[in-house]
């Protein structure tokens, strides 16, 4: 009897509960993990006979009542079902996991393989595709797939080329035409043994004709084709059913509903036809544009059809308009397409964009991905980003290049010498925009986008900022309200990932180890998944036999079990001990190499060997599979590693924050030695971007994230089991307060302090008077600590300095000391400083005020305006200056040396005048040697002549 859509709910609703069935799911996902191809290693827990059966069932119902449940609210019309739609789309993803389990690491079945292909079906139905897309790349291959089944295997895979030749291949044979077809059809004596009989042969046909007729009206955009096409794939179901044939009636419905839902979540529905605001009289551009994108996107060796969840919101909004946007996806959702698309929409313009990345090596993959997907429409994609200052080719590329890729450093340079090459840019994109606090870099940072947003010409250009850390709360509304202006629009944000991720703890006990999954509603567990192996040879200790042994241990696992694998050090220093350790294992043969066969590793050896020795742990540990990865290795051993760690080659990798929370490199589990730095548990922020690496999109079924602990001590494991909570419960956000603000009460502070406690309003009247801008004095403060403090006064006013010089900007350099604020004033008008005071206690807010306002008054009564200029130029404060200032008479000599060197080709002589050049900058502190950049002692010299 057929249900209504309540009653659908309601049985949805109970059976994907987490409690259903005694946990049926969380016992088969339980098994799944640990048996081998279908049996259970010895002193397993003891699993019902008919479990399997039981998920199967499970996973088929489900979908079934998802389905009807679809169904049923398009014939009811009722507008309001988003949430109606979410329930179905839980059903099938919930199915999806009954499914899998049921079959992964199962004994070989003749039906194996289908219900795996239903699995992926079912994910790609609840909005995740790329999950889809894994669990049916080990299986197309299989040879119990009939034609039907493996066409909606390639449509998963999107593997459109297949599935074009096989409807080519298969209309074209002689067994579908009409007289063979009959004369089957009337044969008294089938073969049993045909592969495809007529009734195959014709559903398999009807199929494979409607799916490449859908695939068409989805790549041209025709809705009325897509219609007759999907009522051919209805016609295909109805005589499934007719003929009693399970298989092809299943794949006949979900293939019905997997193109109703690509068509309405693919690029070509998406995308507009008419030009975006801006371009509307560049209609013949825009079109070549668009349809030159989509092609480009098709004929990828994974075509890429359709937008995903995460950004099927958004698309509207960024070809409704020009307004700036602020993006919040998790790690691998999605935010380069969209950064991609706001790119493509600003091209329409003809205009040009600037991507912004906070570091070379994530600059360099962004390059290199807007390379590939915009160079093929004729545009070019330039970088600038490297050694710290502009040249004449930096400049170049920056005024011509249709897209510039960027750090933040190196455009900051650009402007200040010359704001003018913003003039013709139409959209800044700010990656990994959560770059806001205390520090020197995040202070300018903030400077500079507080710079662009009150450019005269701000109005005329899009900001589209995007981070997969932002937190939530009034600091992301300020923040989003700060790039915004202000629009209640501003933000899109999702918490939707291609891969779903697991968090667990493998806790050691006595002699065995047991993996508990800790988060999420069905919590699975194995109670032997690591066994002690007993010591032989002189080694005396069972293994493993301590923390970072465990850790070894687990990652071996998890590679035998067919995952990659990315152990994070919270700190460098416990990285390389990893080598020696694993090499040790190795020796006592309690390890295996993870090498797989026939990679080539002789660069990085042969690179590594020049910088270490042949010998070096680092390089024998690479021999056995292993990544070795942390920021202080030499630059060319560390670029041939991650070429390595790119291309798949290595299974195993240990690596320093720098790796973890930098480049754009994922593993299938990510296992934490430890979860503190020093003394310090990790900030949420930093968490989540290295969990963020867990789970590959369109290469895992799901993501790990796993903390062993060895702590035999049971206090001690406690704490580490709440500080594990703590984490994957947290919010996972950073914190958006500005730095000038928290440089301010720094200062504040420190002042407050030597004052003594009391009333706040003397010590705003002392603010108004103007401080004395020296280490103010505490009583009996210890000589470390004066010297901490000194050095920490010193840090925060030449912060303070910077930002305020930043945001002046170019214009007030000749001004009297009371303009000079009122600019300040004016250039801070709904920043964020100012938004976040708002929010502060008045007497608090008006000290931070006074503070600064203090600070310009100081700064331009004891400077010259060429002096300020070249701090301006240089990014530098007032002291660094000052610094400057005594040997800028020498290096300007100097300058004019090498000129005159240079016009007598006298090299040697310009070489050695070059060289006491960069003797007297860097023996100066606020150059240090490391930098090996003369640029700011450059830009301040030339501010000082001019």
Excluded at 394 to 404: F, N
Excluded at 647 to 664: C, E, F, H
Aim: include cysteine.
């Amino acid at each position: 009897m057929s249900r209504d859509a309540r009653a659908l709910l309601n049985d949805l609703d109970a059976a994907t509960d987490a409690g259903f069935r005694s946990r049926l799911l969380a016992r088969g996902q339980a098994q799944s993990m640990i048996r081998r191809e279908g049996v259970l290693p010895h002193g397993s827990p003891e699993f019902s006979p008919f479990l399997d059966a039981d998920l199967l069932n499970y996973g088929y119902a489900l979908l079934a009542d998802g389905l009807d449940l679809l169904e049923q609210l398009e014939v009811d019309g009722n507008d309001e079902t988003t949430s109606q739609i979410e329930v179905a789309r839980l059903a099938f993803i919930q199915g999806s996991y009954a499914l899998e389990a049921a079959t992964r690491n199962a004994a070989d079945a003749p039906d194996k393989m289908f219900h795996r292909l239903i699995a992926g079906a079912a994910s790609h139905l609840g909005g995740y595709a790329a999950r889809a897309f894994s669990l049916m790349e080990g299986s197309r291959e299989s040879s119990q797939m009939t034609p039907m089944e493996l066409t909606l295997a390639d449509l998963i895979l999107r593997n459109l080329d297949a599935i074009e030749e096989r409807t080519r291949l298969l209309r074209s044979s002689v067994e579908v035409s009409d007289g063979s077809l009959l004369t089957s059809l009337s044969d008294d004596d089938p073969h049993e043994d045909d592969a495809l009989g007529p009734i195959a042969l014709l559903l398999s046909e009807n199929y494979l004709s409607s799916v490449s007729s859908g695939l068409f009206a989805i790549e041209v955009g025709d809705r009325e084709l897509l219609a007759s096409a999907m009522e051919n794939v209805a016609l295909g179901e109805r005589a499934s059913m007719d003929v009693s044939a399970p298989g092809p009636w299943w794949v006949y419905r979900l293939t019905r509903r997997m193109l109703g839902d690509l068509f309405d979540t693919s690029i070509n529905s998406n995308v507009p036809v008419d030009p975006p605001i801006g371009g509307e009289g560049e209609v013949t551009r825009w079109r070549y544009l668009r349809r030159t994108f989509i092609e480009n996107l098709l004929a990828r060796g994974r075509s890429e059809i359709d937008l995903w969840p995460s950004q099927i919101h958004v698309v509207g909004r960024v070809f409704a308009d020009a307004r700036d946007l602020v993006v919040a996806l998790p790690t691998s959702a999605g935010k380069t397409r969209i950064a991609e698309l706001a790119i493509l929409a600003c091209l329409a313009q003809g205009r040009r964009t600037v991507y912004v990345t906070p570091l070379r090596a994530l600059s360099a993959q962004t390059e290199q991905v807007l390379t590939k997907t915009f160079s093929p429409l004729g545009v070019r994609v330039s970088s600038l980003y490297g050694s710290a200052g502009i040249s004449d080719v930096d400049d170049d590329a920056l005024r011509s290049s249709e897209i510039v890729v960027a750090t933040p450093e190196k455009l900051d340079f650009a402007l200040r010498s010359d704001p003018s090459v913003l003039d013709d840019v139409g959209l800044v994109v700010l990656d990994e925009g959560h770059m806001i606090g205390a520090s020197e870099r995040e202070v300018r940072y903030e400077a500079q986008i507080q710079r662009l947003l009150r450019r005269p010409d701000a109005s005329t250009r899009r900001i589209v900022c995007l981070s997969a850390v932002f937190p939530s709360g009034t600091d992301l509304e300020d923040f989003v309200a700060w790039i915004t202006d202000d629009d209640p629009q501003g933000l899109h944000q999702e918490t939707w990932r291609p891969t779903l991720q697991r968090f667990g703890l493998v806790e050691w006990i006595g002699d065995h180890a047991r993996l508990a999954i800790t988060l999420g509603s069905d919590q699975p567990f194995i109670p032997r998944y690591l066994e002690a192996i007993r010591p032989a040879g002189r080694r005396r200790r069972q293994f493993p036999a301590d923390q970072r042994e465990l850790v070894i241990a687990t990652a071996w696992r998890l590679v035998e079990e067919g995952q990659t694998v990315l152990v994070f050090c919270p700190q460098r220093n416990s990285v390389e001990p990893y080598a020696r350790e694993i090499i040790g294992l190795h020796r006592q043969g309690l390890i295996a190499t993870v090498l797989p066969d026939l990679v080539d590793l002789s660069g990085a050896l042969v690179v590594g060997a020049e910088w270490f020795g042949a010998d070096h742990p680092i390089l024998k540990c690479l021999e056995l599979g292993v990544a070795i990865h942390h920021g202080a290795l030499p630059g060319p051993f560390r670029r041939e590693v991650e070429k390595l760690l790119h291309d798949g080659k290595l299974k195993v990798t240990i690596a320093s924050p720098t790796l973890a929370q930098g480049l754009n490199l994922s593993a299938s589990a990510v296992l934490f030695h430890g979860l503190k730095r020093g003394r310090e548990l990790l900030k949420g922020s930093d968490f989540s971007n290295v969990i963020g690496r867990a789970g590959r999109a369109f290469v895992d079924t799901e993501g790990l994230v796993l903390y062993p602990i060895f702590e035999p001590r049971p206090y001690q494991r406690e704490q580490l089991r709440r500080d594990w909570l703590q984490l994957t419960q947290g919010d996972g956000g950073k914190a958006l307060d500005s730095g000038l603000i928290q440089v301010g009460l720094s200062l504040l502070a420190r002042m407050h302090t030597s004052r003594g406690s009391g009333p706040i309003e003397p010590f705003l009247n002392y603010l108004t008077g103007g401080p004395d801008w020296n280490l103010p004095v505490l009583q009996q403060e210890s000589a470390a600590d004066h010297a901490t403090a000194a050095a920490r006064w010193k840090s925060d006013l030449s912060l303070l300095d910077i930002g305020i010089l930043s945001i002046i900007g170019d214009g007030a350099y000749d001004a009297d000391p009371d303009a000079a604020t009122q600019v300040l004033s004016d250039a801070l008008v709904d920043s964020l400083w100012e938004r976040q005071l708002n929010r502060r206690a008045s007497d608090i807010a008006t000290a931070v005020r006074q503070l600064v306002t203090g600070r310009v008054r100081h700064l331009w009564r004891t400077s010259t305006p060429s002096q300020r200029r070249g701090w301006y130029l240089a990014g530098l404060g007032a002291a660094a200056g000052t610094s400057l200032s005594a040997i800028s008479g020498h290096v300007i000599d100097l300058m004019n040396q090498v000129e005159l060197d240079l016009d007598n080709d006298d090299h040697v002589g310009a070489s050695d005048r070059l060289v006491e050049i960069a003797d007297a900058v860097f023996s100066l502190d606020i150059f240090p040697l490391k930098s090996r950049s003369t640029t700011g002692a450059t830009c301040f010299v030339i501010g000082s002549k001019d």
